[in-house]
């Protein structure tokens, strides 16, 4: 099952842009890249996800790498809501989400 | 309703009791997952369900621990017998059986075994 690697955490300040690295060097063919995010307290919520071609909805953009094997969730202007910790995921199109492997994520501290 | 619901949002329990946590599922959410998160962890998988289909129990760490869903909709984890190291957050989630592969996660059960 392939794995992600990502920061520890990461400091922004508000209304700056964020770029949250992901590297999946053993991505296969088929896996998608999905983003969620985990407030305090709260249970994990979705963010974004994507195959191949870059990706924009209304909480973030993901860039994707040409050889897909590491992207950015791009948050355009952070706020202090965004403080959270981001998880980036690979993942199948459809099915059993089993093999979802959830590592630490990154950390986001926002500074007002 | 809107959003996937968990209870108890918090369980405290003597070691050697069972304890049940509930999740009420987004409706006509078909699948549903339990996770386990314990502190500064990322999520552990437990259980996967899936309409009619025999449940995924691939995760469960032990014959200790085990998951219902009736008719497809609610679903109780139940952990028998408790041990201190079983503390933690149990996040239900959900998923629609077609479109994106996107889950919907309850705000969890927190579970402290003393």
């Known amino acids: 099952d392939a794995k992600t690697t990502q920061p520890n955490s990461m400091e922004s300040n508000e209304e700056e842009p964020v770029h949250l690295p992901c590297n999946h060097s053993?991505?296969?063919?088929?896996?998608?890249i999905h983003w969620y995010r985990q407030l305090p307290s709260q249970g994990p919520e979705y963010v974004i996800h994507?195959?191949?071609?870059?990706v924009n909805n209304r909480m973030a953009s993901l860039a994707i790498a040409e050889d897909r094997k590491s992207s950015t969730l791009i948050l355009h202007r952070a706020t202090l809501r965004d403080a959270a910790v981001y998880y980036c995921?690979?993942?199948?199109?459809?099915?059993?989400?089993?093999?979802?492997?959830w590592g630490l994520g990154t950390s986001l501290a926002v500074n007002p | 309703g809107a959003g996937v619901s968990q209870s108890p949002s918090n369980k405290v329990t003597e070691k050697g009791k069972d304890v049940e946590l509930r999740c009420d599922p987004i409706s006509g959410h078909t699948a549903l997952y339990w996770y386990r998160q314990s502190l500064g962890q990322g999520l552990e998988f437990l259980i996967y369900f899936q309409g009619n289909s025999a449940p995924d129990k691939s995760g469960l760490p032990s014959d200790r621990f085990s998951a219902e869903r009736t008719g497809g909709s609610v679903s109780t984890l139940t952990i028998q017998r408790t041990q201190q190291e079983d503390s933690a957050v149990y996040l239900c989630a959900t998923r629609r059986s077609s479109g994106a592969n996107v889950l919907t996660f309850g705000a969890g059960s927190r579970l402290t075994v003393l």
């Open positions: 995921i690979l993942g199948p199109a459809a099915g059993n989400n089993r093999k979802l492997i």
């Open positions: 994507g195959l191949t071609s870059n």
């Open positions: 053993t991505i296969s063919g088929t896996d998608y």
